[in-house]
């Protein structure tokens, strides 16, 4: 080709463009993955996560800023609403096995973005020990489960107020008869070698609240069913509970952990499904452990008249139950009138017994013993490792010297050894001590139910054990599994992920603790649901302590005032200026808003 003028043009070489092209290609791609290597830290995949979430977020003077948000009230049919265990979503599931009753979370498209409201009239919560005893009605407004289980004693409703009388369906002469018995079965209760229990299908946690004079710490589960908010109740009251079912998933607790099982006439069909459900309760159970029946099979023979059956019907579920549970390695430990006790092997030996092909089999290597979130329950049954053996019931310090005895399963953690847990323990009777001076109610009778959002081996829960509350340690089911030396110390606590709701009603909690959550989560969880789910779970009136990375606390400070939150930044105990506390206090209003949303 020429030009006009007649002479030649020197085009340049294709092949050389084309080569030059995928050179600068190349080159952008590799500065683009340089760029995503040193970018990809956890504060700029935060900053990523929240600028989806709120508008237009800023940095000043090295800590994220964002713009005011204000979040409006949800319809007053919200008062009780509960994301993961939510009756308008039922129908969505199948009911067998009662999988419906399990946690079933909304998509992210579903989250409510509005502040639950309180139920007409409520008022703050009659303090402990009082609340034992009775709650004002208007905070729990139910009165199906008075009218269905006032003969059986469980609550009766008295003008403004509901009283607990302490009745159960086994025990309608009072629950502190009931567990006088069981005492004289199991002397362990009395010596501080029982510390933990669970009590599954716990009605309004009648036989928890007694147990908590005797020392020992339960764990109240229910499902939301159609009994109406009984772990509601069972918070109003004070006493530990969670919202859960056995059905077809692990319960959120690591294996080897309560040193006894309750369940009276909890309606578990222990010996169907091939077992499987007392399958779970071997699981969480630590060696040596007790399990305790009272309901139907045990006493059939004098009971079956009142259980609309026939004598033989239940002498063969008793047979039955007798027989799964000896296929365990459990024995029947001691038995009296409507109460039987069944102990866990103390030791591997019958296991080691046990026929290849007995049944229900032992679970293999593949099943990992301690997953309890969102783990699919299997027709086999845990043995023990017996490297722990200083973690079976006989072994274990009695209460109250096993809260600071170092735990054998704490070397189960990486990176965790005696002096780390030593030193933890330490450091966190410091803090306690900073954190009464910044609220003074901590300690007194104005604070009941704890929650330690960000556990690590309970220490935060320790400092506090000799102040008339409890504490709720929460381990978070993506980060290092110490959940085991939380209960090897005496402790309870649970495994959760605080990207979801947790397992409880609204209004639950005095006070709600978190130690750097936001830096360890933020690039998972978005902050404003993480900050709402707390608004649901605590009680106007009650407080947050949220110890934070600096970059995070202002941000955090100014979606707590779109909630209605007032806070307030303190330094810590050391007085470094990487990390504050912020104190906040939700206030009490009431709703003024009718519609939905």
Same mark, same amino acid.
């Given at each position: 080709m /020429?030009h006009?003028? *007649?002479k030649?043009i020197?085009q340049?070489?294709k092949n050389?463009a084309v080569?030059?092209?995928?050179?600068l290609?190349?080159?952008?791609?590799?500065?683009?993955? #340089? %760029?995503?290597?040193?970018?990809s830290g956890k504060d700029?995949v935060v900053v990523?996560?929240?600028q989806?979430?709120?508008d237009?977020p /800023?940095?000043s003077?090295g800590?994220?800023?964002?713009?005011?948000i204000?979040f409006?009230?949800?319809?007053?049919d919200?008062?009780?609403?509960?994301?993961?265990?939510?009756p308008?979503?039922? &129908?969505?599931y %199948?009911?067998?096995?009662?999988?419906l009753l399990?946690r079933?979370? +909304?998509?992210?498209f579903d989250?409510?973005?509005c $502040?639950?409201?309180?139920?007409?009239g409520?008022?703050?919560?009659?303090?402990w020990? !009082?609340?034992?005893?009775?709650c004002w009605y208007r905070n729990v407004?139910?009165?199906?489960i008075n /009218?269905q289980k006032s003969?059986q004693?469980w609550?009766?409703?008295?003008g403004?107020?509901f $009283?607990?009388?302490?009745?159960?369906?086994?025990?309608p002469n009072?629950?502190g008869?009931?567990v006088d018995?069981?005492?004289?079965?199991i002397?362990g209760?009395k010596d501080?070698?029982?510390r933990t229990?669970?009590d599954t299908?716990c009605?309004?946690?009648?036989?928890g609240g007694d $147990?908590l004079?005797?020392?020992i710490?339960?764990?109240?589960?229910?499902p939301?069913?159609?009994?109406?908010?009984?772990?509601?109740f069972?918070?109003?009251?004070g006493?530990p509970?969670?919202l *859960?079912?056995?059905?077809?998933?692990?319960?959120p607790?690591?294996?080897n952990?309560?040193?006894m099982?309750?369940c009276s006439?909890?309606l578990i069909?222990?010996?169907e499904? *091939?077992g499987i459900?007392l399958?779970?309760?071997? &699981?969480?159970l630590? +060696?040596?452990?007790?399990?305790v029946?009272?309901? +139907?099979p045990?006493?059939?023979?004098?009971?079956?008249r009142?259980?609309n059956t026939t004598?033989?019907?239940?002498?063969?579920?008793y047979e039955k139950l007798?027989e $799964?549970?000896?296929?365990?390695?459990?024995k029947l430990y001691?038995?009296?009138d409507?109460?039987?006790?069944?102990?866990?092997a103390?030791?591997n030996s019958?296991?080691?017994?046990l026929?290849?092909e007995?049944?229900?089999p032992?679970c293999d290597?593949s099943?990992?013993?301690?997953s309890?979130w969102?783990?699919?329950?299997?027709?086999?049954?845990?043995?023990p490792d017996? !490297?722990y053996?200083?973690?079976?019931?006989?072994?274990?310090p009695?209460?109250p010297?096993r809260?600071?005895?170092?735990?054998e399963?704490?070397?189960?953690?990486?990176g965790?050894?005696t002096?780390?847990f030593?030193?933890?323990?330490?450091?966190?009777? !410091?803090?306690i001590q900073?954190?009464?001076k910044?609220l003074?109610?901590?300690?007194?009778d104005?604070?009941r139910?704890v929650?330690?959002?960000t556990?690590?081996y309970g220490a935060?829960?320790?400092?506090?054990i000799?102040?008339?509350l409890?504490?709720?340690?929460?381990?978070?089911?993506?980060?290092?599994?110490?959940?085991?030396v939380?209960?090897?110390?005496g402790l309870?606590?649970?495994f959760?992920d605080w990207?979801?709701?947790?397992s409880t009603?609204?209004?639950t909690?005095?006070?709600?603790?978190l130690? %750097?959550?936001?830096?360890a989560?933020?690039?998972?969880?978005?902050m404003?649901y993480?900050l #709402?789910?707390?608004?649901?779970i605590?009680r106007?009136g009650g407080?947050a302590i949220i110890?934070?990375?600096?970059?995070f606390?202002?941000?955090?400070?100014?979606?707590a005032k779109?909630?209605?939150?007032v806070?307030? /930044?303190e330094n810590t105990e050391?007085?470094?200026?990487k990390?504050k506390?912020l104190?906040c206090q939700?206030k009490l209003w009431h709703s003024?808003?009718?519609?939905?949303r």
């Amino acid at each position: 080709m /020429k030009h006009k003028d *007649g002479k030649p043009i020197n085009q340049p070489n294709k092949n050389r463009a084309v080569t030059l092209a995928v050179t600068l290609i190349a080159l952008c791609g590799f500065s683009f993955y #340089l %760029g995503g290597i040193f970018c990809s830290g956890k504060d700029g995949v935060v900053v990523n996560t929240i600028q989806k979430t709120l508008d237009s977020p /800023k940095q000043s003077s090295g800590s994220l800023q964002i713009k005011p948000i204000s979040f409006p009230e949800c319809s007053i049919d919200y008062q009780d609403y509960t994301p993961c265990t939510d009756p308008k979503r039922w &129908r969505k599931y %199948g009911v067998y096995r009662l999988t419906l009753l399990e946690r079933h979370c +909304p998509p992210v498209f579903d989250r409510k973005e509005c $502040l639950v409201p309180p139920p007409e009239g409520y008022k703050p919560p009659i303090r402990w020990p !009082k609340s034992r005893d009775e709650c004002w009605y208007r905070n729990v407004p139910y009165d199906w489960i008075n /009218k269905q289980k006032s003969n059986q004693h469980w609550l009766r409703k008295e003008g403004e107020k509901f $009283l607990f009388p302490g009745g159960g369906t086994m025990f309608p002469n009072g629950v502190g008869e009931y567990v006088d018995l069981m005492q004289d079965l199991i002397p362990g209760m009395k010596d501080g070698t029982v510390r933990t229990a669970i009590d599954t299908g716990c009605g309004v946690a009648s036989w928890g609240g007694d $147990l908590l004079d005797r020392g020992i710490l339960t764990v109240s589960l229910a499902p939301r069913d159609n009994h109406e908010a009984q772990v509601q109740f069972a918070l109003e009251r004070g006493i530990p509970a969670v919202l *859960g079912v056995i059905s077809t998933q692990r319960l959120p607790f690591p294996s080897n952990s309560f040193d006894m099982a309750h369940c009276s006439r909890c309606l578990i069909p222990w010996t169907e499904f *091939g077992g499987i459900y007392l399958m779970e309760i071997h &699981r969480i159970l630590r +060696p040596g452990g007790f399990w305790v029946l009272s309901g +139907p099979p045990v006493n059939y023979e004098h009971r079956w008249r009142g259980w609309n059956t026939t004598i033989e019907d239940q002498r063969s579920d008793y047979e039955k139950l007798q027989e $799964l549970l000896t296929s365990m390695c459990f024995k029947l430990y001691n038995k009296k009138d409507d109460i039987a006790v069944w102990q866990k092997a103390k030791d591997n030996s019958c296991y080691e017994k046990l026929a290849r092909e007995s049944y229900p089999p032992q679970c293999d290597d593949s099943i990992e013993p301690d997953s309890g979130w969102y783990t699919p329950l299997r027709a086999c049954f845990v043995v023990p490792d017996p !490297k722990y053996k200083k973690s079976g019931l006989t072994y274990m310090p009695k209460w109250p010297e096993r809260l600071h005895a170092t735990p054998e399963r704490v070397t189960t953690v990486h990176g965790s050894s005696t002096s780390t847990f030593s030193h933890d323990n330490g450091k966190w009777k !410091k803090r306690i001590q900073h954190y009464k001076k910044l609220l003074p109610e901590l300690g007194t009778d104005k604070v009941r139910n704890v929650m330690d959002m960000t556990t690590v081996y309970g220490a935060f829960a320790a400092a506090l054990i000799n102040d008339p509350l409890w504490v709720m340690n929460v381990v978070s089911s993506y980060g290092p599994n110490t959940l085991p030396v939380v209960y090897d110390r005496g402790l309870i606590g649970t495994f959760h992920d605080w990207c979801e709701a947790f397992s409880t009603y609204p209004r639950t909690y005095d006070l709600l603790h978190l130690d %750097g959550l936001f830096t360890a989560e933020s690039h998972r969880c978005e902050m404003k649901y993480v900050l #709402l789910e707390m608004d649901r779970i605590l009680r106007p009136g009650g407080h947050a302590i949220i110890r934070e990375s600096t970059y995070f606390v202002d941000a955090i400070a100014t979606i707590a005032k779109g909630m209605r939150w007032v806070c307030r /930044k303190e330094n810590t105990e050391y007085g470094v200026d990487k990390e504050k506390i912020l104190i906040c206090q939700k206030k009490l209003w009431h709703s003024s808003n009718n519609g939905s949303r």
